[in-house]
């Protein structure tokens, strides 16, 4: 391997690298659609928590209908290792429960019914407001950008102050581009030189 080509391969592995690495975690940007919830405080369950949120049921415990909310995440994530999905609650009671589903139709518009009538859903399992946290475990694959969460408990209405996941979708960084470029210029300065030369 030519020599020019050594760095540029070195900064590639290097940038592939730290994407695999489990990252910060991100939180979800848009309350895409809910049902039956109640708001305390900010009523945001977007971006970091900040104490305040939405309770999932119609009214204060015990509700009348069990909630529930869909969040989207605009740049996805990911099955990684580990847990994958938390959901940050204030109160935490262990009887506050709720079914987590995920899926990654990226809507065009139409209405999302709430049911994931036309659209597909993977339910991946329970929480509650102390165990909050849960690992895809191949349930799905490829990138999600939407998680659905319905109370399942009919005394106590789960209290949903942010959703959060641990393995967003790898952007390119600028190493890498960079390595990209890199190799580019050295191949393209290692082609051999097929134009005519005048003799003298």
């Not at 190493?175 to 005048?198: I, K, Q, S």
């Amino acid at each position: 391997m030519k020599k020019y080509l050594l760095m540029p391969l070195l900064l590639l592995a290097s940038a592939l690298g730290a994407t695999a690495a489990k990252a910060d975690p991100i939180y979800a940007d848009s309350l895409f659609d809910s049902e039956f919830v109640t708001a305390w405080g900010s009523g945001d369950v977007t971006g970091a928590p900040d104490g305040g949120g939405l309770f999932l049921g119609d009214f204060w415990d015990p509700p009348n209908n069990s909630g529930m909310i869909i969040v989207e995440f605009f740049g996805g994530f990911l099955d990684g290792d580990g847990d994958d999905i938390f959901v940050v609650d204030v109160f935490s009671l262990p009887n506050e429960t709720a079914n987590i589903s995920v899926s990654n139709h990226i809507p065009d518009g139409d209405f999302f019914s709430l049911d994931g009538n036309g659209y597909s859903w993977t339910l991946i399992g329970e929480i509650n407001a102390v165990d909050n946290s849960i690992d895809i475990d191949g349930l799905f694959s490829g990138p999600i950008f939407f998680v659905k969460i319905e109370s399942t408990a009919e005394l106590v209405s789960i209290d949903v102050d942010a959703v959060g996941a641990h393995h967003a979708v790898p952007q390119p960084s600028s190493a890498l581009l960079l390595a990209f470029g890199l190799v580019g210029l050295g191949c393209g300065a290692g082609w051999p030189d097929t134009r005519r030369h005048r003799r003298p």
